[in-house]
Structure formats: C-alpha cells, structure tokens
C-alpha cells in the first residue's frame, strides 16, 4: 500500500511562511511524479505544485513566484514551502503520488491564513 502523509499545516498570519511535508514509506515501486493539491471549502481541487522525477517543476499560477516544491534526494518525502501567505491560499492541502502502482493521495492537512 502506498500511503503518502502530510503534516506542516496550522495556522498563520497574513504575510506568513509554512513548509507542509509529505513522506511516503516504502519503496517497492517506481515514483513518477509528486505533487501539492488544495481544496477550499465549496471549490474545485486544484493543482498547486509538481515535481516530476527528472526535477522539472510546475506550479499553479496562483502560487508562482511564492511556493516552492522539492523532494529529497533518498526516499520518497516532498516539501512545499509557502511564502508571502495570502487568505485565499486557505485549503487542505493534499500530497499525490504518481508511480508504476498508481496514482496514490494523502489525507490532506489544513493550511488556514488569518489575522
């Protein structure tokens, strides 16, 4: 079972950082790509960051130029660091990972920005 689990959420300032991590145990199976979802209450969920395995990333338009996705060198962990938080980017934030097995989603955690 490939489970990716999410932790780093809370809540900030406008203004603020936060760097959510997502780890994967395991590794009988090939990864492809991992990658930051979000959903807002009543909304669609939306593609926040990708990293592919080569490191080409891709980011959502809304997040460019302030979040940033890496992945560690050994083992399957992502992080996204988010800078220069704003209210809007309040979500559940949801790993993905995409390998030879599937594509597989973490539980989420919640990202809330508030004064």
């Known amino acids: 079972q490939v489970q990716p689990v999410e932790s780093g959420g809370g809540l900030v300032q406008p203004g603020g950082s936060l760097r959510l991590t997502c780890n994967v145990p395991g590794d009988g199976f090939a990864t492809y790509a991992m990658g930051w979802y979000r959903q807002a209450p009543g909304q669609e969920r939306e593609s926040v960051a990708i990293?592919?395995?080569?490191?080409?990333?891709r980011y959502g338009d809304s997040v460019k130029g302030r979040f940033s996705i890496s992945r560690s060198r050994v083992g399957n962990t992502a992080y996204l660091q988010m800078n220069s938080l704003k209210p809007e980017d309040t979500a559940v934030y949801f790993c993905?990972?995409?390998?030879?097995?599937?594509?597989?989603w973490g539980q989420g955690t919640r990202v809330v920005v508030s004064s």
């Open positions: 993905n990972i995409r390998t030879n097995l599937g594509a597989f």
């Open positions: 990293i592919i395995v080569n490191g080409e990333t």
